[in-house]
C-alpha cells in the first residue's frame, strides 16, 4: 500500500471537508478515475487507487494506491501522465506529488513509561535529508519548537515537552519532509498521573501505632518512583513508606519516647514529594501535630475535719493542652457545680470551713486535642464530736503560783482526734501527752476554749 499527496494549486473550500457535498463528490470521482487510469497502465500488479480526503495547503487530494511492487521508474511515469492528463482543468506546481513513507522512521520516546511532571522527549529518525519537519498532537500542530539536524544523510527531529501533564497525552505525529517524500510516523503517549491523598493537618498521639500521613497513588507501575516526607520544626519522626501494587503510603509511628513532654501539641511539617530519578516530579506540605497523653497529677489532703479548709492541686506534665476541668461526684450523690472554687488557669481548687456535704470524688481532666487524661482524689470529711461526746476536767477559776494545774479532754473514741487547746486564743505552751496538757505560772492565764481536731 502507497500513500501519496497531490498539490492542486487553486484555494481550498470548506465543502472539500463535507464528504456529502457536490465538489467533494465530482473531485474524489475524478482524480479516483484520472488514477486509476494512469496506474493500470504502467504499474504491474496494480489493484487500486482510493481517494482518502482533500486538505488546505492549496488543495491537496490525498490517496492509496494498491499495487504489487512498483519500480520507482514506474510510478514517476505513472505521475507524470497523471499530471499531464489533468492540466487542462487544474493547475500544479512544479512537484506536485509527495510519497507518504510509513515505515522507514524511527520514532522513540524517552522515558517509555511516562508520569505527570516527566520530561518527555520524543525523537523521529530518517534517513533522508529534510527540508521541512512537523509535530502534531491528534492532528493538532504542536506549538513547541523541535530541534532539527541533517547530518550524513541522516534527518533527525527532536521536540522536547517539559512537565508533561494528562491533558497532553494522545498521538504525536512527526513529518519529515524532502522534495519527493513524507516520512511519517506517529505513537501513542500515555501519561500516568500521579494523585496524593491527604487530609490536611492531623493530629496523631504518641501512643506506638502507625498512622497513615500521606499516599500516592498512580494508574502506572509505582515501582518507577520514589516517594517520601522529610520533616521540619517540631519533632523529627523519620516514618517510612510502605509499596503497594499502586500506590506509596508514608506512615509515621510515634511513642512516648519519641514525644518528649515539652514538645507535645507543637507542630511539625512534612514536605511530601515523589521523584523519578532525581527529579521532583509532585510535592506538597501537611502539617502533624504529635501528642503524648498527659500524666495528670493532684496534690492536697485526703482527710480533714468539717469546717477546715480543702485545697487540692491539679498539674499536667504536658504544658499544651486544651482545657482543665474539675467535678465532683458526692459521696451522698448528684455533682455540684464547682466553677466558683476554681482558682487561675483551672488549677487549684479551694473551699474553706468545708461541710461534710463537700464528701466524695474530685476529678481533674486534662482535655487535649484527641485525648482526655484525668486523675481523681478522693476526700474524707470528718465529723467533730458534739459537745455532749466531750469529757473535760476543766474548771474556771484563779489558781495562785507557782502551782501546775492538769487539763483533760477526752472523747468516746479519743484516738480518732487531736486536741488542741487554747488559753485567751493562744495555743497551748506545752503538750505533755495527748489529751493532756500542763499549764506553768507564770504562764497560767484564764482558759478561754478548746479545739478538738480529727487525726
Not at 501535630?289 to 480543702?310: D, P
Not at 495555743?427 to 495527748?434: A, E
Amino acid at each position: 500500500m502507497l500513500k501519496f499527496q497531490l498539490t492542486i494549486l487553486e484555494p481550498f473550500t470548506a465543502d472539500l471537508n463535507d464528504k456529502t457535498s457536490e465538489k467533494y463528490i465530482n473531485y474524489k470521482t475524478t482524480f479516483e478515475t484520472q488514477l486509476s487510469d494512469s496506474y493500470k497502465t504502467f504499474l504491474n500488479g496494480f489493484v487500486s487507487v482510493n481517494v482518502t480526503g482533500f486538505s488546505a495547503g492549496s488543495v491537496i487530494v490525498e490517496y492509496v494506491v494498491i499495487a504489487d511492487r512498483p519500480t520507482e521508474s514506474s510510478l514517476d511515469a505513472a505521475n507524470a501522465n497523471i499530471v499531464n492528463n489533468l492540466s487542462k482543468d487544474f493547475t500544479f506546481p512544479a512537484s506536485p506529488f509527495l510519497r507518504i513513507i510509513v515505515d522507514q522512521t524511527n520514532f522513540t520516546t524517552s522515558p517509555e513509561i511516562l508520569f505527570q511532571g516527566d520530561n518527555l522527549t520524543l525523537t523521529c529518525r530518517t534517513r533522508s535529508i529534510s527540508t521541512s519537519v512537523s509535530w502534531t498532537r491528534n492532528g493538532v500542530p504542536v506549538k513547541i519548537s523541535a530541534v532539527n539536524t541533517n547530518k550524513d544523510n541522516v534527518s533527525e527531529s527532536v521536540l522536547i515537552i517539559p512537565s508533561i501533564t494528562t491533558s497532553q497525552a494522545g498521538e504525536y505525529s512527526c513529518s519529515l519532509n524532502d522534495a519527493t517524500s513524507i516520512y511519517l510516523a506517529s505513537r501513542n503517549v500515555s501519561v500516568s498521573s500521579i494523585n496524593p491523598t491527604f487530609n490536611g493537618n492531623k493530629d496523631i498521639l504518641c501512643d506506638g501505632n502507625k498512622i497513615e500521613v500521606y499516599q500516592w497513588c498512580t494508574n502506572g507501575n509505582i515501582s518507577f518512583l520514589t516517594c517520601g516526607c522529610t520533616p521540619s520544626g517540631g519533632l523529627t519522626i523519620t516514618g517510612k513508606i510502605t509499596t503497594g501494587i499502586n500506590c506509596q503510603t508514608f506512615e509515621v509511628q510515634a511513642d512516648i519516647a519519641s514525644c518528649p513532654q515539652q514538645m507535645s501539641g507543637k507542630n511539625t511539617n512534612y514536605r511530601c514529594q515523589c521523584s523519578r530519578e532525581g527529579r521532583e516530579l509532585i510535592s506538597n506540605t501537611t502539617t502533624v501535630t504529635f501528642i503524648r497523653k498527659a500524666i495528670v497529677t493532684i496534690i492536697g489532703n485526703r482527710t480533714m475535719s468539717e469546717y477546715g479548709s480543702l485545697s487540692l492541686k491539679c498539674s499536667s506534665d504536658v504544658p499544651v493542652y486544651e482545657s482543665m476541668t474539675w467535678t465532683l461526684e458526692r459521696k451522698a450523690g448528684g455533682s455540684p457545680d464547682l466553677q466558683k472554687y476554681i482558682g487561675d488557669k483551672n488549677e487549684t481548687l479551694n473551699m474553706q470551713n468545708v461541710l461534710q456535704y463537700w464528701e466524695g470524688t474530685y476529678t481533674c481532666t486534662v482535655s487535649q486535642r484527641i485525648t482526655n487524661s484525668s486523675s481523681s482524689a478522693t476526700i474524707t470529711i470528718l465529723p467533730l464530736p458534739s459537745a455532749s461526746q466531750l469529757t473535760t476536767n476543766i474548771v474556771e477559776g484563779i489558781y495562785t503560783c507557782p502551782s501546775t494545774v492538769s487539763l483533760r479532754c477526752s472523747t468516746t473514741d479519743s484516738n480518732k482526734y487531736r486536741f488542741q487547746f487554747k488559753v485567751q486564743g493562744s495555743s497551748t505552751p506545752m503538750v505533755i501527752r495527748p489529751h493532756l496538757i500542763l499549764l506553768r505560772c507564770p504562764l497560767m492565764r484564764i482558759l478561754t476554749g478548746l479545739d478538738v481536731m480529727p487525726i
